[in-house]
């Protein structure tokens, strides 16, 4: 099937074939004979690089009205932004931010995309817009069974299927073992392939050789497992990197930790691999553009290890650096990037070869296994279209683990998707948010939405009714829900969280330290006990307290306890509200100016870490003052501090 064939008009034709989009590949020949262009719901269940994306355009170009694309990730929304922006004469809107406004102006747009979190925001906050959608495209819709964001893209969905009736639904799928599952939810057409653009092979590497699975094996040249200089993942990983530069191609690098990834990129740095791959150059000014994206002790790292054509990739990084890395790696500016395997979700990064040095992850209490997913994912950013004769994926074991990593990963099949759905605070969060908007005014009409999520369609008679009982009278007594002539009805606290796209628990965190704060001295209300606030909310993501800072985080703790709303003897969990207290204290004194270089080497933190926490925090403040205002309780440090945290008031970190 030929792109001319398709029910285009002629500026989208000589668009895709001015992007080198002659003949469509066989799953988006098998979606448009599903009905993608012709208003069908579809499933697509696909791997890496088989054309979801076109799959997506055909589905919104095609509809009669405008289209919304939902995505996990800010980095892939803003992609995504791009590639659809490109259309001739599409108006395109993006989305991924402020949490409590309806985002009216998305109405304007032919296409409008976000992240499912707010998707969800919008219509908890009156979004009309969502009812006139004509088409929705889902991408990662796996991702439905992630604990945390699952139940959220599973609710989400539901609703606006509710809202709008008869919206086209597209749904992209990496391989999973049950797409027939999700097809089945959205009473939709299955399109399931294994085809590629590019061959792939994948194999283990042990013993100085790679057994693919194509039967084949390949040496690994100028490495010696048993030469003491040589032993070791990360000299094998080095090698297998090495040979793809030196054959033409380019190599990710997948390890467990940010700093593995630092220190794997410092132990490339010696294999000259800018010279290797023709890119002394570009690899140079790519290191510019690293610099100019921000200085910080850590950007200058992968400014240095970038001029040689390498870098590393991870959530320490700024979001302008991690782009800078992404982009110049698509244009084959960069030789090597070493990654932790958030990379491999969702961004589009190819390289002729990937290398998945660790396949376990420390979860706390001890390792892990990686999901079978998740490193087919990695391995499935193997393989350039257009560019590389082949892809391979190598997976770095030794003789003890190698037949374990062939069973699980290479033979193995990706796990299932599976509801998260039954999870409490989940299912508190999303019955608030049901009633809030009007959805549900009873716990009967809880369940009858709740009945058109993927959980109720996999379970024959699903067992919601208990819990749900169980998470209003929560619900209840945290005064969000209250009894209304027989059914139920969010309070004014209820749905001012709702609305502030807060969690239930959050929201009651934040009514008994905002109690606690108007009865404080008001000499005593400073921006720290604002921030201590929000960051001991379940909302705020924790920053990891080591061993040598614990006794000094504890005498700050006694230095400033008058400034907290929490004392160190009210809380269960006192490592937890020390690691929270450090998020505030560090924030507190970038209010007060300290530079963030300083707190990035202070605290040990990296400035992605200290960019996502101010971003956060902004939001959390925010909803605490619209928390105040139902309480009645005035707080002028919650504004204040929020201000000062703009990026007007003080350097971005």
């Not at 893209?153 to 049950?178: C, F, G, I, M, W």
């Not at 403040?621 to 201000?643: F, K, N, Q, Y």
Request: hydrophobic share 40%; proline share 6%; charged share 25%.
């Amino acid at each position: 099937m030929r792109v001319d064939d398709l029910p285009l008009s002629p500026e989208y034709v000589e668009h895709f074939r001015a992007e080198g989009i002659e003949e469509l590949y066989p799953p988006q020949a098998a979606a448009v004979e599903a009905g993608v262009c012709e208003g069908r719901d579809v499933v697509a269940a696909v791997p890496t690089a088989s054309g979801k994306t076109l799959l997506a355009q055909l589905g919104l170009l095609t509809a009669d009205g405008p289209g919304l694309y939902v995505c996990p990730l800010r980095a892939l929304a803003r992609e995504k932004y791009e590639e659809f922006d490109a259309l001739p004469g599409v108006s395109v809107g993006i989305s991924t931010g402020d949490f409590d406004s309806p985002a009216a102006e998305l109405a304007d747009h032919d296409v409008v995309v976000a992240t499912s979190e707010k998707v969800d925001s919008a219509v908890r906050n009156g979004a009309a817009w969502v009812a006139d959608l004509a088409c929705v495209v889902v991408d990662e819709v796996h991702l439905l069974g992630a604990p945390g964001r699952g139940p959220t893209l599973e609710v989400t969905l539901a609703t606006l299927r509710r809202r709008a009736p008869d919206v086209q639904v597209v749904a992209l799928s990496a391989t999973v073992d049950n797409p027939e599952h999700v097809a089945a939810w959205l009473d939709a057409e299955l399109v399931e392939s294994d085809w590629r653009p590019v061959d792939l092979r994948t194999g283990v590497y042990a013993d100085a050789a790679v057994r693919f699975d194509d039967g084949t094996t390949a040496d690994v040249d100028g490495f010696d497992p048993d030469d003491p200089a040589d032993g070791g993942d990360t000299e094998a990983t080095a090698a297998l990197v090495r040979e793809a530069v030196s054959s033409g191609g380019q190599a990710l690098a997948f390890v467990r930790s940010r700093r593995e990834a630092e220190r794997l990129a410092d132990r490339l740095r010696e294999e000259g691999l800018a010279d290797a791959a023709e890119i002394g150059p570009d690899a140079a000014a790519v290191a510019e553009e690293v610099r100019d994206a921000g200085g910080t002790e850590l950007g200058e790292r992968l400014a240095e290890s970038a001029a040689w054509g390498v870098a590393f990739h991870h959530a320490g990084l700024r979001s302008q650096h991690r782009s800078v890395v992404e982009n110049a790696f698509r244009d084959r500016r960069l030789a090597v990037i070493c990654a932790t395997p958030t990379l491999a979700a969702g961004v589009n990064v190819p390289a002729r070869r990937v290398v998945v040095r660790d396949q376990q992850r420390y979860t706390g209490t001890g390792t892990e296994w990686l999901p079978a997913l998740e490193v087919h994912q990695m391995c499935g950013r193997a393989g350039r279209p257009h560019l590389d004769p082949y892809g391979e994926a190598v997976l770095v074991g030794d003789a003890d683990d190698r037949d374990e990593l062939w069973e699980r990963y290479v033979e193995g099949e990706p796990e299932a998707v599976e509801s998260q759905l039954r999870d409490r605070d989940a299912l508190r969060t999303h019955t608030l948010a049901l009633v809030a908007t009007g959805i549900a005014n009873s716990q009967a009409g809880v369940l009858e939405a709740l009945g058109g999520t993927f959980y109720a369609s996999r379970t024959p008679n699903p067992d919601l009714g208990g819990i749900v009982g169980d998470v209003i009278g929560e619900l209840i007594e945290m005064d969000m829900l209250a009894p209304d002539d027989g059914g139920i009805a969010a309070t004014e606290l209820g749905e001012q969280v709702s609305r502030q796209y807060v969690t239930p628990r959050t929201g009651e965190r934040l009514v008994a330290g905002l109690r606690t704060a108007a009865a404080m001295d008001p000499a005593d209300v400073t921006p720290l006990t604002a921030l201590e606030l929000v960051c001991a909310t379940p909302d705020m993501h924790d920053t990891y307290l080591g061993e040598r800072e614990r006794a000094a985080m504890y005498q700050y703790a006694r230095e400033h306890g008058s400034e907290l709303t929490t004392g160190m003897g009210e809380t269960d969990d006192f490592e937890g509200w020390l690691e929270s207290l450090k998020t505030a204290r560090v924030l507190a004194e970038l209010v007060e100016g300290v530079p963030p270089e300083e707190l990035v080497a202070d605290y040990r933190i990296g400035p992605g870490d200290l960019e996502s926490r101010v971003e956060r925090t902004e939001w959390l403040l925010g909803a605490a003052g619209a928390v105040a205002a139902v309480l009645g309780i005035d707080l002028p440090a919650l504004e204040s501090t929020r201000a000062s945290l703009q990026p007007d008031s003080t350097e971005a970190p």
